[in-house]
């Protein structure tokens, strides 16, 4: 946010009343245990300069506006413990979808940022205590007590009522505002801890990284002192080394795990030298290499976010520059505010309207014309990810070297047509899995797969194989199922260690079959329709 508008800030929550409002909020008391989960590290605190931060009702210089959807339960896993000197007690883990929506205005309602939230949060039901609202003339008090079950049919009849199923949503809404406001005090604030940086080199008794090594050292040092002309030697040895690159052969010098840290330690160096363009890109390749499931996925995503915030703070402040002599002001903490707004005496938090479809249509409208030129963007339309990244993000280790698996729905362009030959480049590739890809052809050098031990190509399109499968010597299985094969190579023989054969859904003659067993070793089990 522009730093000179950082200073009265209004907080409003946009929700029908029947779905979160005050009385919620209320229902928690004290409760800020739920706002305070997955708190940000002790001892960081954010900042604001020239003055402290007002939270205001209104006349704000910044208007901070969070519309929630409506929100669905999803599964529940039962959980159950023993309790000291009592039997067991029981409750629900459970998930709960929480769409959020965040707009940050100026004064004149301008939008100047936005931002939505993941969905799904995971919230307990049961084995916990709670807060009670009890109601007088003069107010409303508290009491304490404990949602407790003790046995599954207990814990199963309560969680199905209206008053358990709003529960669970009060969890869900205040576990998602907990989450904005880990994300939005990175956006308003700033703070006053140095840069976390992990530099990678690699590692292999048969070859000498020792320039990656004094690399990461020579970085390391840059990083620490913020000596961004101490990175030219780092960037220029890690460029040189991702020149050698081989994806598709994990034992290479530079195989895919440490081009994808060769692109992070760029990622980083660039982000810190303020050349996006350079950072988006070098993120974008490490994020073609990387499968979701992967922990390195989560890193690349952290740094992704920390661009898209470091480039809008550089344009929202332009020549700004830390200076020591300027005071600081610790920032309002907002979850303390949230959590202490159950009497409401000092801000009107609530709106009372659900306007979160009109609310998140025109914040992606806003950000397909304010970020369309934005480099994290750009780099994503321009970077082509190469077969052979694709690939090589995929590949996963099994007995004996690696193992491939391909999918209708994540590779959906791939359906209908030939078998990519880079498949055969891949080094160890000893399980290949590509069922239901529809694939018309298989490449004609096919048995350069050496070492290819489970080949599974049912669900497809293949009317005849090639001649050169012969060439598998150390072929295991074959999964041919489903596909409309007429016959099969004769040189299939010569896999003298296939022990499985799986011919059903094919157009194969029974008699060829039959024909086909004593052509093949005596312990290969055929699988037909007969």
């Not at 800020?32 to 009702?57: Q, Y």
């Not at 050169?468 to 260690?497: E, F, H, R, W, Y």
Request: aromatic share 6%; net charge negative.
């Amino acid at each position: 946010m522009p730093e000179e508008l950082v200073r009265d800030i209004q907080f409003t929550v946009h929700s029908s009343s029947g779905y979160f409002g005050l009385d919620d909020l209320r229902r928690w008391g004290g409760n800020a245990a739920i706002l305070k989960e997955g708190e940000r590290l002790s001892g960081m605190s954010f900042f604001t300069l020239e003055r402290e931060v007002a939270i205001v009702d209104g006349t704000p210089t910044l208007h901070v506006q969070v519309a929630l959807g409506e929100g669905s339960m999803g599964r529940r896993t039962p959980k159950s413990e023993a309790v000291k000197g009592e039997e067991m007690t029981h409750w629900y883990l459970v998930e709960f979808n929480q769409p959020v929506t965040v707009q940050i205005t100026d004064a004149s309602g301008e939008l100047l940022d936005g931002f939505e939230l993941p969905e799904q949060v995971s919230v307990r039901y049961g084995n916990e205590k709670i807060s009670t609202l009890d109601r007088s003339e003069g107010g409303f008090t508290y009491s304490r007590s404990k949602l407790d079950f003790r046995s599954e049919l207990e814990l199963e009849s309560a969680s199905r009522t209206p008053e358990a199923e709003r529960f669970i949503r009060r969890k869900a809404v205040l576990t998602q505002l907990s989450n904005l406001v880990d994300e939005l005090e990175t956006r308003l604030y700033f703070n006053e801890v140095k840069a976390e940086v992990t530099v990678a080199s690699a590692k292999n008794k048969k070859v000498d990284y020792t320039e990656l090594d004094l690399a990461q050292e020579l970085a390391l040092e840059a990083f620490s002192t913020e000596n961004w002309v101490g990175l030219d030697a780092p960037i220029e040895t890690w460029n040189r080394w991702l020149e050698q690159a081989d994806l598709l052969n994990p034992k290479a010098t530079v195989n895919k795990d440490i081009a994808r840290a060769l692109h992070t330690n760029l990622a980083q160096a660039y982000l810190y030298r303020e050349d996006f363009m350079a950072c988006a890109r070098h993120l974008q390749a490490a994020k073609g290499l990387t499968a979701s499931v992967e922990p390195e996925w989560t890193q690349i995503e952290a740094l992704r976010k920390l661009l898209a915030n470091r480039r809008k703070g550089f344009a929202t402040n332009p020549g700004w520059q830390s200076d020591p002599e300027e005071p600081t002001f610790k920032a309002v903490d907002l979850k303390d505010l949230l959590g202490k707004r159950s009497e409401n005496k000092d801000v009107e938090l609530f709106s009372g309207r659900d306007i979160y479809d009109e609310f998140t249509r025109s914040l992606r409208d806003w950000r397909a014309i304010a970020e369309a030129d934005a480099p994290e963007q750009a780099a994503a339309v321009v970077a082509e990810v190469t077969m052979a990244q694709r690939l090589g993000s995929r590949l996963e280790q099994t007995i004996g070297g690696y193992m491939l698996r391909l999918n209708p729905i994540l590779d959906r362009d791939l359906v209908g047509g030939a078998m990519p030959t880079e498949i055969l480049e891949i080094d160890r590739l000893v399980y290949l899995d590509v069922s239901g890809m529809a694939f018309t052809a298989l490449p004609e050098s096919l048995g350069r797969m050496s070492g290819m031990s489970t080949l599974v190509l049912a669900g497809n399109a293949l009317s005849e194989l090639p001649e050169s499968i012969g060439d598998l010597a150390m072929l295991k299985k074959l999964i041919v199922k489903d596909n409309p094969l007429t016959g099969l190579p004769s040189s299939l023989q010569n896999c003298a260690q296939l022990k499985v054969l799986d011919l059903r859904g094919t157009e194969m003659d029974p008699e060829a079959i039959r024909a086909l067993q004593a052509e093949l070793p005596e312990d290969c089990k055929i699988r037909s329709d007969e």
